[in-house]
C-alpha cells in the first residue's frame, strides 16, 4: 500500500493525515482531475452469488484516498444502494442499521426535497428510482486514454456474470476550460476535511471535522454519527447522492437575452446568477468586469467573505454560491453553515455549452449535470438544502425566492439584484436544471468492501 510519503513524493502536506487513508476511497478525498474524463457505469444484481464475486474481483482495482496527490491517475470508485445491499444478501441486522431515508432512497423522499411537478420522480429516467440501480462505478481519469484504461479494468470484471448486467452507462467530461453544461467553471468551493493531510485553500475556511463526511470520527458536535453495523462495515465509509441534471440551454439563454440588451450586460447577469463569472472568478473580487487569470487561480478564486457585502450589492442574496455556502453572511435563522457542507464531485455530460442556441430542440438535446455530493449524513444534509436553502429563501433574507440555478421554479419567478438607489427585481427565471432521476448510495471502506464481498462463504 502507498505511504504518505509514496504519494507525494520528498513533499509531505503540512498537515499530518490523521484519517485511515487506506481504508476511505479516493473519491471522497481526492479532487477530481481538471480536465477530467470518465463514466458512471450502474449496475444490476440478479445473483448475489454472482455480485458478491464481482465485488470481489473489482475491489482490488479501487483507489484509495492514501494516492490524493497522483490526481492525474486514473481511479475508480464504487457505491451500493440499499437494493443492491439487499440483492448482494447482506444480514438482516446490517441493513436495518442504515438510516430510514437510506433505505427507503431517494425517489420515496421526493416530497421532503422537493421533487415534485418537473423533477417528479414519475417524470425521471429509467432505471432511476425503481430499486433496479444496484452498484454503481464511477472512473475518472484526466485523459481520454487513461479513461479507456479504467473502464477496461471495471469492464474485465462484470463482463461474464450472468448474474449482474449493465442497466446505465453514462459518459461524463469536461467541457473546453472545464466549463459545466451552462458555460460555468464548476468545483471550485470545496470544504476542507480535518485530518485529510490537504491543506485548506485560502477562502476554504478552518478544515471541518471528518465525522461530518466520514463515518467513524468526531463531527462537529464531538462526537461521531450512528454507523451501520458491524463496524467493518460502517467505519470509514460515507453516503453518496446522484442526482442527475438536464441543462435547458436554449432556455437559459434566451432568459439572458431578454434581460440583457448587450453581451456585457448579458454576461454580468450570467455572473449575478451564481455570483461568480464564468471563468470562475467571483463577483467579490471582481465586481464590475470578468477576470479569467483569478478565475483559474486556486489560490485567489475563492479567497472572500461577505463581510463588505452584507447589502448583496456584489454577490446577491439569492445567488447560486451565496446560498450553498452562505460563508460569514448574517442570516436570519441561526444555523451553523459547517454542519451542511457536501463534498461535491460533480461530473458534466453531453454537448459543450453554446450560448448561441436558443431553440426548443436545443432544449432538447442531452445534456446536464451529475450532482455527486458525499457525506457522512448526505440524505439529511441533502433535504435540508433543498427545502431551507435552494427551494426557499427566508434564511438569508430573499423571501421566496428560489436557487437561479437548481431551483425548482413557481410562474413568474424573481431574482432581486441589490443596486443603488434602487434593486433591480428579473422576472421570469425559470427552472433550468430539471432533475432526471436520482439514487442513495454508500460508499463503503475498503475493508467493508472486502467484507461484503465475502457474505455467504
Known amino acids: 500500500m502507498l505511504s504518505i510519503k509514496d504519494s507525494v513524493g520528498e513533499n509531505p502536506p503540512a498537515h499530518v493525515p490523521t484519517l485511515d487513508l487506506h481504508e476511505i476511497q479516493a473519491t471522497v478525498l481526492r479532487q477530481r482531475p481538471a480536465p477530467y474524463f470518465g463514466m458512471h457505469i450502474l449496475l444490476r444484481v440478479d445473483d448475489a452469488a454472482a455480485g458478491r464475486a464481482f465485488l470481489r474481483r473489482l475491489t482490488p482495482y479501487v483507489d484509495s484516498a492514501a494516492g490524493w496527490r497522483i490526481a492525474a491517475n486514473a ?92 442497466v446505465v452507462m453514462q459518459d461524463f467530461g469536461a467541457q473546453p476550460d472545464d466549463r459545466n453544461s451552462l458555460g460555468y467553471k464548476d468545483g471550485i468551493d470545496q470544504p476542507p476535511v480535518e485530518g485529510s493531510g490537504v491543506d485548506p485553500l485560502p477562502g476554504q475556511g478552518r478544515p471541518i471535522k471528518a465525522g461530518e463526511f466520514i463515518l467513524g470520527y468526531p463531527g462537529e458536535t464531538g462526537v461521531p454519527l450512528p454507523m451501520p453495523q458491524p463496524d467493518i462495515l460502517g467505519r470509514n465509509g460515507t453516503y453518496v447522492g446522484y442526482r442527475k441534471y438536464h441543462s435547458l440551454v436554449a432556455s437559459f439563454n434566451r432568459f439572458l437575452r431578454e434581460h440583457g440588451s448587450t453581451e456585457e450586460e448579458r454576461e454580468l447577469l450570467a455572473a449575478k446568477l451564481v455570483g461568480r463569472w464564468r471563468s470562475g472568478a467571483p463577483l467579490a473580487l471582481a465586481p464590475d468586469k470578468d477576470n479569467p487569470a483569478l478565475g483559474a487561480d486556486p489560490q485567489r478564486n475563492n479567497d472572500f467573505d461577505y463581510a463588505s457585502d452584507s447589502r448583496g450589492q456584489q454577490i446577491p442574496f439569492s445567488s447560486h454560491i451565496r446560498r450553498m455556502n452562505p460563508r460569514d453572511t448574517q442570516l436570519q435563522r441561526l444555523t451553523d453553515v459547517n454542519i451542511h457542507r457536501l463534498i461535491r464531485r460533480g461530473t458534466t455530460y453531453g454537448r459543450p455549452y453554446d450560448p448561441n442556441q436558443l431553440s426548443d430542440e436545443d432544449d432538447h438535446v442531452p445534456r446536464g449535470a451529475i450532482f455527486l455530493f458525499m457525506s457522512a449524513k448526505a440524505m439529511d444534509t441533502i433535504e435540508f438544502l433543498q427545502k431551507e436553502w435552494i427551494n426557499d429563501g427566508d434564511f438569508i433574507g430573499a423571501n421566496n425566492e428560489r436557487d437561479p440555478i437548481v431551483g425548482l421554479q413557481p410562474e413568474d419567478a424573481t431574482f432581486t439584484i441589490p443596486k443603488a438607489p434602487v434593486r433591480r427585481r428579473v422576472h421570469g427565471i425559470q427552472t433550468f436544471n430539471v432533475l432526471k432521476g436520482g439514487e442513495y448510495f454508500f460508499m463503503p471502506s475498503m475493508s467493508a468492501l472486502k467484507w461484503i464481498g465475502n457474505q455467504g462463504g
Open 75 to 166: 481511479w475508480l470508485g464504487v457505491g451500493i444502494t440499499y437494493a443492491g445491499l439487499e440483492a448482494l444478501g447482506l444480514p438482516q441486522d446490517s441493513l436495518q442499521s442504515f438510516p430510514e431515508t437510506f433505505r427507503v432512497g431517494m425517489a420515496a423522499r421526493a416530497k421532503e426535497l422537493g421533487d415534485v411537478d418537473l423533477n417528479d420522480p414519475k417524470h425521471w429516467d429509467a432505471p432511476y428510482g425503481n430499486a433496479q440501480v444496484h452498484i454503481g462505478i464511477s472512473a475518472f481519469s484526466d485523459t481520454e486514454e487513461m479513461r479507456q484504461r479504467a473502464l477496461a479494468v471495471a469492464r474485465d470484471q462484470y463482463e461474464g456474470f450472468s448474474g449482474v448486467s449493465v
